[in-house]
């Protein structure tokens, strides 16, 4: 376990580095500036030298790449184009708090309704309440949750006004967003459940326990619901996806001062150092995610135990 | 022998001289009555009983279809601007009213949804002309290359791929050559994992190593032996790929990497009508209603085809 930590540990700095080389040098390449170049050029020929120092740009491009590393191995990310004077680990701090919110109770709102959902599916299989959920679960796949987002802004905010439609302000604000990001997490969640409970209830440790004579609840409570849970850790990648993804959209849609509009707007301000702080943010996180639903799933499942070699 | 005598006299059981040996037939009961049917006409027997997947099929196929006739219906075209027209309610004139430069929305709609569906089918094509190829070569070679190619896919798979598509476009100009060609560079990495893995399966079957002591050379083994078998689970990757391609690409258009005016897609189409949400939302509605559609559609009938080719996944 130790080893494939380990090695798991290593190919993640090496793909962290070649995504911080990688983005480094798109950056480069890049047409257009943030800077407004016309104002740049009115600056006497010194201003300028000293503008460009104050970004490291004054230097050549290996210089640059080799500071660039040498700070991000301290935590450094480089100063923001856009936002001016701000750090962007700082900018990313100031704005992690609406995300992690958003993001956590679109999760836990996901698998809760998700699970039961599934569950409640595969025990009553070929019922209505069977097809309720798949009917839930094609939909939730299959509407993109942006147009989800807007409807639910036009009808539920502007039209009857429940809730608030847009900013960050109270906890109602973070309703909305929520729900729709949530919607997918259930669908994929809820699919997966049934999926799974389909399989285990006609595994034979069940028909055991049926003979004994338990009754149904005990047999669902107590071993099939156990064992169909094991594998909704794999699907946590995927959902993690699906959330980041989401967030992107959706932050923007009801204006939450969170990173994925922040990635957004840098995006339409060529805000170059916080596109490449966010990139290798939102790299990290996705595979330390990855790397946490491994160990996990080798925790929770004694049938998979990871050996030091694959 | 009483006993049968009295039975015989009572009718309870035939007499022996009323029976004929007849002999066995080996054409008649080795006949096959049915015709027979190879495993796409099994899949196609099976995929008809399955009302969702036809009723998706159909729904496809018409919205395709309009998507290349629709536009001709009216008598603008999606790029001529009318300023005196701007954001007209739907009417006789305008299907589906005006947007904010007065262009036909029903002309744009159809357009922009051939737009998606282009750049959707094309990029899943790519995928998985990138994507048999690489899992082909991956796992025929085996061993060291093999090794190499898998390292080379875990850190693709590492990176969030809409992050590197971002990039991507940011770098080229958006198009749809480019949000096609930034889908690709990391959509076939899904399957060469599955062909690899399919391949890795045929390479020990015996018809292989047979026809492989007749001489036959190792691309007609791929291509003659191992793809038709592979094809199933290709064509229903195909299926899931392609809904979540369009998906991709409207999300693309929404943040703004997507096509510039005047071009239509159904992205750039649910942006704009987002933005004049409030007080036009029939320009949010009817795209949003393809969009939805098409993205059902696609998923049910990848899901027939799933069931209807590769049973052991039926659930």
Known sequence: ?310 | MQQTEQKEQQHEILPNEMFEIVGRKEEESEKINKPILSNWQDGWLRLKQNKAAVISLVVILLIVVLSFIGPYFSEYSYEQTNYEKVYSEPSGEHWLGTDKFGRDQWTRLWEGTRVSLYIAVLAALLDILIGITYGAISAWKGGKVDNIMQRIIEILVGIPNLIIIILLIMIMRPGIMTIMLAMVITGWVNMARLVRGQVFKLKTQEYVLASRALGASTSRIILGHMLPNTLGIIIINLMFTIPSAIFTEAFLSFIGLGLQEPLASLGVLINDGFQSMRNQFYLLAYPAIVIVALMVCFNMLADGLRDAFDPRMRK
């Open chain 1, 1 to 310: 376990m130790k080893k494939f930590i380990l090695v798991r540990l290593v190919n993640i700095l090496i793909t962290l580095f070649l995504i911080a080389t990688l983005t480094f040098f798109l950056m480069k390449t890049l047409p257009g500036s943030p800077f407004d170049e016309e104002k740049l050029m009115n600056l006497s020929e010194e201003l300028r030298m000293e503008f460009y120092a104050k970004y490291g740009l004054d230097e050549p491009l290996h210089i640059q790449y080799f500071k660039y590393m040498g700070d991000l191995v301290q935590g450094d990310l480089g100063l923001s184009y856009y936002y001016k004077e701000q750090p962007v680990s700082s900018l990313i701090m100031d704005r992690l708090a609406p995300s992690a919110l958003i993001g956590l109770q679109a999760v836990v709102l996901g698998l809760s309704i998700g699970i039961i959902l599934g569950m409640v599916a595969a025990f009553r299989h070929n019922t209505g309440w069977d097809y309720f959920t798949m009917i839930i679960a094609v939909l939730g796949v299959s509407v993109p949750n942006f147009v989800l987002a807007a409807f639910f802004q036009f009808y539920i905010g502007l039209k009857w006004g429940i809730l608030p439609v847009a900013y960050w302000e109270s906890y109602d604000h973070s309703i909305l967003p929520t729900i729709a990001l949530a919607v997918g997490v259930i669908a994929q969640i809820a699919r997966f459940m049934r999926n799974e409970m389909l399989e285990v209830l006609q595994q034979d440790y069940i028909i055991t326990a049926q003979s004994k004579g338990l009754g149904d609840w005990v047999v669902l409570i107590r071993h099939a619901i156990r064992n169909a849970m094991i594998p909704i850790v794999t699907i946590l990648g995927p959902v993690v996806v699906s959330l980041l993804t989401g967030s992107l959209v959706i932050e923007n849609i009801f204006s939450i001062p969170g990173i994925g509009s922040l990635f957004v707007d840098s995006i339409k301000m060529n805000d170059y150092t916080t596109i490449m702080g966010l990139t290798l943010f939102y790299s990290a996180f996705f595979i330390l995610t990855m790397l946490i639903v491994d160990i996990l799933y080798g925790i929770i499942d004694p049938r998979i135990r990871v050996h030091g070699k694959e």
